[in-house]
């Protein structure tokens, strides 16, 4: 019986473009062009894979500049298309400045059950340093009005920002809105960005670190389930659990990556070519299995609950020791694994060195 996949769905448009975004994004005055939406129906209709799904979820860019009928358009061929498993996740990123009334309705309407709102900060110094569109009271209006209409919903924010001394109040201010799920990343300066320039600014390795620990030290009432997300009971993210057990999806949209059958493909990142050619791949290859191996164990040891050994097995026909027994034993002696009976999971010393996992798996 092969399992459910999850569908992610790529809107690269945004009002205004974050100076740290090394996504596909294109900045618009208005809305979602009609022209994109048609390529992505088109991309969507062709498609030939899987067609049982658990998930869905709008990630950008910006989702929440959709207008109500292009949602309402890519639903209806969502549904059309594929069949989705009782209790699927239908999740958007929101960013604060777009929650209306009318959206709010037309989400609810077309079956959106996730909701994740793009505050990054409470701060309106770190939110202009981040670029961001908003200010911290839209934040906190747009945070009232998600909380009340969407039960599964989520607060996502940046740590690095500057001033760098008000990332605790922001902590304090996010856990009085008693958010079912909390997302923490840090700032990251990538290259073909504008911060890219300022990269020598950046907070040490160290003072980020202090800053993740803060986030971990006060997000106590959460269960710190992976390494950027914090949840209470029941609210843990469907979508990315997909990604974290290596499972497959299907990508829709400039840039998107599938991983279906071994094989990840990469849509083209050019959106006038997507545009046009909608089925154009920028990049196409497949896995081997010890890449495939490695890979789900980098993914898995990302959460909380570790890789069980049993999944292991049965997934490769082979137990993890005798893959990896040699780096997972290092790892442990460095006090960046425990291991049970019946599971490897990562320490807090695991979580705060994360990437030194990933590097000790690789062979």
């Known amino acids: 019986m092969t399992t459910p996949i999850g569908i992610y769905i790529h809107i690269p448009f945004c009002r205004v473009v974050c100076p740290y975004c090394d996504f596909v994004k294109k900045r618009t005055n208005g809305t979602v062009p009609e022209e994109f ?46 069949t989705f498993v009782e209790d699927s996740e239908f999740g958007i990123e929101i960013n604060p400045d777009d929650v209306t009334p009318d959206l709010i309705e037309t989400w609810k309407r077309i079956g959106i059950n996730r909701a994740n709102l793009g505050v990054q900060s409470f701060n309106d110094e770190v939110l202009k340093f981040l670029g961001r569109c908003h200010n911290s009271y839209t934040a906190m209006m747009a945070v009232h009005e998600i909380a009340e209409h969407f039960p599964n919903w989520g607060i996502d924010l940046i740590f690095g920002g500057k001033p760098s001394d008000v990332w605790k109040a ?31 600014t950046a907070l040490e390795d160290d003072d980020s670190l202090t800053q993740y620990r803060l986030a971990m030290d006060t997000l106590t009432d959460f269960t710190h ?10 609210f843990e993210s469907s979508h990315n659990k997909i990604y974290w057990r290596n499972g497959e999806y299907a ?43 490695v890979e789900t164990c980098i993914q898995f040891l990302r959460t909380q609950a570790g890789i069980p050994k049993a999944e292991y097995a049965a997934r490769f026909e082979c137990s993890i020791e005798d893959d990896f027994g040699s780096a997972l034993d290092d790892l442990k002696q460095r006090g960046l694994l425990d291991e049970t009976d019946s599971t490897w999971m990562p320490t807090r010393l695991g979580f705060e060195l994360n990437n030194e996992i990933g590097l000790a798996l690789l062979p």
């Open 170 to 200: 922001t902590l304090e201010e996010t856990i009085q809105f008693d958010p079912p799920h909390v997302s923490t990343y840090a700032l990251t300066y990538e290259m073909n960005t504008p911060f890219w320039n300022q990269r020598h």
């Open 37 to 82: 939406v048609d390529a992505l129906c088109a991309e969507i209709e062709a498609f030939d894979g899987p067609t049982e799904a658990q998930s869905v979820f709008l990630g950008g860019g910006t989702p929440s500049l959709m207008t109500s009928s292009s949602m309402d358009r890519l639903f209806e061929l969502l549904h059309k298309k594929f």
């Open 225 to 234: 389930y992976e390494v950027s997300n914090f949840a209470k009971e029941g």
């Open 251 to 293: 990508a829709f949209g400039p840039g998107a990556v599938s991983y279906l059958g071994n094989r990840r493909a990469k849509n083209t990142s050019v959106i006038h070519q997507y545009v046009e050619n909608p089925h154009t791949k920028e990049e196409v290859f497949d896995l081997a299995q010890d890449e495939i191996k």
